[in-house]
């Protein structure tokens, strides 16, 4: 537990200072957000209709710009190396940086998602549904993305290969969030219903992502 | 030094052959190093010396042949005994030089000894705050030799060791290395430049 949290503390703190790559992924959110009523123009019924999408859409863009680095920055200073020889298993070590990645780049998504509703004309309950719906499916996103980061460390150019890669499998996440905030906002669909897939969605990504993460960087050695 | 299990260990190779993108670097490669021995790895540009570190350290799998650890710590693999020293510090520029050595002994976990106690020893007790951005070639290699010292491992695996440091860091370099001997440690080095200890050669790739 020790590594873990050692782990999950390093990452974190990197991403905090200065060039880390917590502030990158809230900044283009917020670039992404803000620019949408300019370009949709001054049409609120028309914005509080697309404003879900559009926040979804926004954090999913922003989540991958970063997970990109996940292992990279770990492999091209050699402690990948370290971290694969260590006792510590390396699924759980992954486990741990994708953790910590959402918690650094991931939550500050969700903390500035009612700043940015009031922009696209949601009410308290329409922000209110998509925070909860995108605190439920970025760790998905993350856990998936990882996958994609794994394979992308050992080939040149991983960055572009990242986003081919893990696009696919974010699209479920992306149709059952924006699904459940619109169920919340206007019907006629319940809003468990889902809202329980995405769940479920994180749910499968957290057991299943560590594990591909981990294998595909054992496959990657070199 | 307290704790370290004094009991013979022998780590030998037997027919080992290491294959790289489909070209072969080595093959039939027998080697032997006892607890308390120094083996000096040689030879030319390319011949695998840095192939075989990482064999050993389970981070390539060998193409063919054994590698095995008699006398280790049954419980844990040979890799998890060993510390590996590479080309590359794997030190974060964000994080000082004590938030870095902080990280590893926490990470790598194990008998760990004073963290403080083994910057002295390097040489870099005066910059313990400073962000690893800020260190030169030689700082960061002295600060991964500190942890070499601050977590106890029995196996050194050591690539160009002597890389980027001044005389009197190689010095105190042969210091370490002759007490970790001492302890009964296990030690073997990638090397072009002699090592500055009593040790063995084995050479890899005929005599270039």
Known sequence: MTALSALIRRDIRIALRVG????????????????????VGPDLALLSRLGPAILWLGALLASLLTLDRLFMADHEDGSLDLITMSRTPLELACAAKALAHWLAAGLPLIVATPVLGL???????????????????????TFTGMIGAGLAVTLHRGGLLMAVLVLPLSIPVLIFGVA??????VGPMTF??????LCALSLVSLVVGPFAAAASLRHGLD | MSGLDQAKMQLSGRGVACVRGGREVFSGLDFAAVSGEAVAVTGRNGSGKTSLLRLIAGLLIPAGGTIALDGGDAELTLPEQCHYLGHR????????????LAFW??????????????????????ATHLPAAFLSAGQRRRLSLARLLTIRRRIWLLDEPTTALDVAGQDMFGGLMRDHLARGGLIIAATHAPLGIDSRELRIGGTA
């Not at chain 1, 468990?192 to 897939?197: D, Y």
């Not at chain 2, 510090?89 to 870095?100: C, F, G, Q, R, T």
């Not at chain 2, 002994?105 to 005066?126: C, I, K, P």
């Open chain 1, 20 to 39: 880390g790559g917590a502030l990158i992924g809230v900044l283009f959110f917020l670039t992404v957000v803000v620019l949408m009523p300019f370009a």
């Open chain 1, 192 to 197: 468990g219903a889902p809202f329980s897939i």
């Open chain 2, 105 to 126: 002994a926490d990470f790598l976990g194990g008998e760990r000894g004073d963290a403080a106690a083994s910057l002295t020893a390097v040489g870099l007790d005066h």
């Open chain 1, 180 to 185: 459940a905030s619109q169920a919340a906002i």
């Open chain 1, 119 to 141: 922009l696209l004309n949601l009410d308290m309950v329409a922000t209110g549904a998509v925070a909860l719906t995108l605190l439920a499916g970025t760790p998905a996103l």
């Open chain 2, 89 to 100: 510090d794997a030190l974060k520029p964000a994080l000082s030089v004590e938030e870095n």
